[in-house]
């Protein structure tokens, strides 16, 4: 996991390829942001059970365990994690409308073009309200047991 010192918002970066979750975090980081690392939808909600709330989520829309249209819908039914801005990223632009209805903030069609993704991330962090990013983690217990195996037979 790539860090430096919190100065332009904590990103969540759930990507199962390493070289593009790699290169992502080096240039996020570069553009000095602070980035947590997960590899697909289990870790990243692992990683918002445990940590503080990121300012903005960055999700490949095909992982392992639980694609990016699971962890989507999960993270909407949780009150304190729903206001969470998503961008979500996919080689497959035919899943743009469906993943915008789910409630992601933007969908970016790969090969990703880094000052598109950059200058998305800009203007969706420039309308978040200051203190939502200093929030802590949860504090009612999110666990697998409520509902994700569920969601994950209903998609």
């Known amino acids: 996991m790539l860090t430096v ?3 332009n918002g904590r990103i969540l970066l759930i990507e199962d390829n390493d070289t ?8 996020l980081n570069f553009e000095g942001y602070e980035i ?3 590899t697909d939808g289990v870790a990243g909600i692992d990683y918002l059970q445990s940590h ?3 300012d903005l989520i960055l999700l490949d829309l095909s992982l392992p365990l639980m694609n990016g249209g699971q962890f989507l ?5 949780h009150p304190t994690l729903s206001s969470i801005p998503i961008v979500v990223m996919s080689g497959d632009p035919s899943q743009a409308q469906r993943v915008l209805r789910l409630g ?4 970016l069609a790969k090969p990703l073009e880094m000052d598109i993704l950059i ?3 800009c203007l969706i962090l420039a309308m978040r309200p200051v203190d939502v990013g200093l929030a802590k983690p949860p504090t009612q217990e999110l666990t697998r047991e409520r509902g994700l195996d569920k969601l994950l037979t209903n998609l």
């Open 5 to 7: 010192p919190h100065t």
């Open 20 to 27: 593009i979750r790699e290169m992502l975090g080096l240039i």
């Open 36 to 38: 947590a690392e997960a």
């Open 52 to 54: 503080h709330i990121p």
């Open 73 to 77: 819908a999960w993270i909407k039914q």
């Open 104 to 107: 992601a903030s933007e969908f």
């Open 119 to 121: 200058n998305t991330i």
